[in-house]
């Protein structure tokens, strides 16, 4: 089976979908960050979720990203991405 590939971003990227995951109090949130170009008319505005905890929004962002065929890519400065989500690598 195929493992998934995301890349890890310093800041949201407007030609892709940001999972943007911190951690605060041991415990791990994220946010889906979706860019209203990237949608086609989907949306009007910038889409940014609420705070959900980190693999919910991991499964969000997912849904969406297969909804609209875009792209994902990962903010991650707290160390929170999860091995069983995919690899994590950044482009060199």
Same mark, same amino acid.
């Given at each position: 089976?195929a #493992? +998934?590939r995301? /890349? $890890?971003?310093? /800041?949201? $990227?407007?030609?892709? =979908?940001?999972? !943007?995951? !911190? @951690?605060? &109090? &041991?415990a !791990?949130?994220g946010r889906v960050?979706?860019?209203a170009?990237l949608a086609? &008319?989907a949306? #009007? +505005?910038?889409?940014?979720?609420d705070e959900l905890?980190?693999?919910e @929004?991991?499964?969000?962002? =997912?849904?969406?990203a +297969? /909804?609209?065929?875009?792209? =994902?890519?990962? *903010?991650?400065a707290? %160390? #929170?991405? $999860?091995e *069983?989500? %995919?690899?994590l690598y950044? /482009? *060199?």
């Open positions: 089976m #493992v +998934n995301f /890349e $890890q971003v310093d /800041e949201p $990227q407007a030609d892709a =979908i940001t999972l !943007s995951l !911190s @951690a605060r &109090g &041991g !791990s949130f960050l979706c860019p170009d086609v &008319g949306l #009007v +505005n910038d889409f940014v979720s905890d980190a693999k @929004a991991f499964r969000t962002a =997912i849904r969406l +297969n /909804e609209l065929k875009a792209p =994902i890519v990962v *903010e991650d707290a %160390g #929170v991405w $999860q *069983e989500w %995919g690899v950044r /482009e *060199e």
